[in-house]
């Protein structure tokens, strides 16, 4: 069962086409991971699939449900959760109290009607700040008193507390290490074991070994939609994202 479908996804600018007639789909629990050359549409499709851009034409289905022209928020309640290259945390607002809101806005609790007195929801926030090894932080802290690291987990935390049944991740390994990347990948999947994830990466080695299928893209179409043990064998891919031509300039490539 596919959970996200694109079909004949295309955005303009002007006369550009920064996204061209793409169609994909990922099924249940699957990942798949978009990476291509720097120009390659990227970033563009990201946005059409998390509802910040709206194409020039195509469709976007999620669980089956035609969200094409439906609001960030809208695709939030239909089980979208997202993270974003830049960290987009509260600067005002405590951990815990960012917690409360992303487990609060979950099917299983009111905004209304529960507080932080609430024995039930404070042992869903303690739950979450362990699952991301974040119960040694003082509840009071602000983001900015949070290592990189810790601002990223916090990040990926909240997007899963809300329940989402796909998670678009936008470079989800940027300022971090390979380690560090490795750590916070390895929890989304502990975590959120069945949720199907999206995500956009320039590591070429970090998509390689996260993702079930990998899409890549060149000039705003797809040129390979593959497992990573075939895009190894793909000399197309070689030659437009990796640079594998011998004797001729690549660069521009990445």
Known sequence: MNLLEAQNLTKRFGGLAAVNDVSFAVPVSQWLGIIGPNG????????????????????IRLAGEDVTRAT????????????F??????????IVDHVALAVRASHRRSLIR????DRGLRGDI????????????????????LSYGEQ?????????????????????????????????LGRVRKVAHDVTVVFVAHD???????????????????IADESPEQLLHNEVVGEVYLGTRTGEDDAGTH
């Not at 529960?114 to 007195?117: F, N």
Request: hydrophobic residues 40%; proline residues 4%.
């Open 40 to 59: 390659a549409g990227k970033s563009t499709l990201f946005s059409l699939l998390g509802g910040q851009t709206r194409p020039t034409s195509g469709t």
């Open 72 to 83: 960030p928020h809208q695709r939030f309640k239909n089980g979208l959760g997202r993270s």
């Open 85 to 94: 290259q830049i960290t987009s945390l509260f600067a005002g607002l405590s």
């Open 114 to 117: 529960r507080s932080l007195a």
């Open 126 to 145: 303690q739950q979450v700040l362990s699952a991301w090894d974040l119960d040694g932080v003082a509840s009071s802290a602000l983001p900015s008193e």
């Open 152 to 184: 990223r987990r916090l990040e990926l935390a909240l997007a899963i507390a809300s329940n989402p049944r796909l998670l678009l991740l936008d470079e989800p390994n940027v300022g971090l290490t390979s380690a560090e990347c490795d750590d916070l």
């Open 204 to 222: 070429m080695e970090m998509v390689l070994g996260w993702s079930h299928r990998v899409l890549v893209m060149h000039f705003g179409e797809v």
